[in-house]
């Protein structure tokens, strides 16, 4: 199964989601840019609603197992916690990884399909900045733009 989520407003870019079946790892692909150069926080939120141009109707982060913020590879973190993306002097980045943290398969409790991706105004601290926030959105700050996670050809 693929998936897509297209930036149009800040951002210009898209993110690709690929999974075989649902208990393969999903691979993400990225290339964006129009971005300030450094780290970025990158969130899967709760809702695919973009009626907002502060992406605030997104929700807060995807957190179906009611975990706390974390690492993109933590096993105590928010489903939707995907950690940094690097953004070079260019404004562009270009990034891969894999996850088992969520999957295109199966219902809407499982599924990232329909929901939003968010790129953050800075970077994840993983949960481990010891900011009042870090726990919970990983001190990554407000929403540069986001755009809804849908399936494609």
């Known amino acids: 199964m693929k998936a897509k989520a297209v930036f149009q407003r800040n951002i ?5 989601f690929q999974q075989e079946s649902a208990t393969q790892e999903v691979s993400v692909r990225g290339d964006v840019q ?8 990158l969130h899967i ?7 907002s141009t502060d992406c605030l ?24 916690d995907l950690g940094n993306i690097t953004v070079k002097d260019d404004g562009k980045a270009t990034f891969a990884f894999k996850t ?24 994840d601290d993983n949960g481990k900045g010891g900011f009042h926030d870090s726990l919970v959105t990983g001190h ?3 929403r540069l ?9």
């Open 45 to 51: 939120h709760t809702f695919g609603d973009l009626q």
């Open 140 to 142: 990554a700050g407000g």
């Open 12 to 16: 210009r870019g898209r993110i690709t």
């Open 100 to 123: 088992k943290k969520f999957t295109l398969f199966g219902d809407v409790t499982k599924s990232v399909i329909g929901r939003s991706i968010v790129i953050h105004e800075h970077q």
């Open 57 to 80: 109707k997104c929700g807060g982060h995807w957190n179906p197992n009611n975990k706390d913020h974390g690492g993109r590879h933590d096993e105590n973190s928010h489903a939707g």
């Open 145 to 153: 733009d986001c755009a809804v996670i849908g399936h494609c050809k």
């Open 34 to 41: 129009n971005l300030v150069p450094g780290k970025h926080a």
